[in-house]
T-cell receptor, first 111, second 116 residues
């Protein structure tokens, strides 16, 4: 089983739609979780950290379910500019900053 | 505030050659991590440097080596290049105290390496 698993998509959604991505992780000792966004042929950029209590940043909501070992990202009112690949990132406890990336989920928002 | 910079942006090499990639971390950062991202994949952790020492290493052969300089900049060296080494090589910088990992990593634009 892969350390971090994501559905690679693509997810094709119309503008204004709500879309959700899940990411599962295998190491129950994992401590920190993040969502990064990567535009085509660009570097990954931090979208948001994921906290146990869940967190929201504008149209984006991230949640963590430790019992089922997954994190989720919800995007409301999708914009064309949201089209990108969303990478799930997991860091185990005790490690310095050795993070594991998922393969990424590609989102295409359609006019 | 200068972000993470990498050079060169693109590179073409042939099998068996050696390559050196360079990274300057974000101002104030002291830790550099290197990743390899093949087409259609997520970034794979190569290694991390802190205080001029390799602190952690991913599942990469010894052909991949690195160095960190006193000014925190870093180099990634790959010897005996293989076709499969063709990828985007990303450098990420962060602030990392001993035993107290800081969480956010900032990525540079990457170096695209093509091995023919």
């Amino acid at each position: 089983r892969k350390e971090v698993e994501q559905d690679p998509g693509p997810f094709n959604v119309p503008e204004g739609a709500t879309v959700a991505f899940n990411c599962t992780y295998s190491n129950s000792a994992s401590q920190s979780f993040f969502w990064y966004r990567q535009d085509c042929r660009k570097e990954p950029k931090l979208l948001m950290s994921v906290y146990s209590s869940g967190n929201e940043d504008g149209r984006f909501t991230a949640q963590l379910n430790r019992a089922s070992q997954y994190i989720s990202l919800l995007i409301r009112d999708s914009k064309l500019s949201d089209s990108a690949t969303y990478l799930c990132v997991v860091r185990p406890s005790g490690g310095y900053q050795k993070v594991t990336f998922g393969i990424g989920t590609k989102l295409q928002v359609i006019p | 505030d200068a972000g993470v910079t990498q050079s060169p942006t693109h590179l073409i090499k042939t099998r068996g050659q050696q390559v050196t990639l360079r990274c300057s971390p974000k101002s104030g950062h002291d830790t550099v991590s290197w990743y390899q991202q093949a087409l259609g994949q997520g970034p794979q952790f190569i290694f991390q440097y802190y205080e001029e020492e390799e602190r952690q290493r991913g599942n990469f052969p010894d052909r991949f080596s690195g160095h960190q300089f006193p000014n925190y900049s870093s180099e990634l060296n790959v010897n005996a290049l293989l076709l499969g080494d063709s990828a985007l090589y990303l450098c990420a910088s962060s602030l990392g105290g001993k035993g107290l990992p800081r969480e956010t990593q900032y990525f540079g634009p990457g170096t695209r390496l093509l091995v023919l």
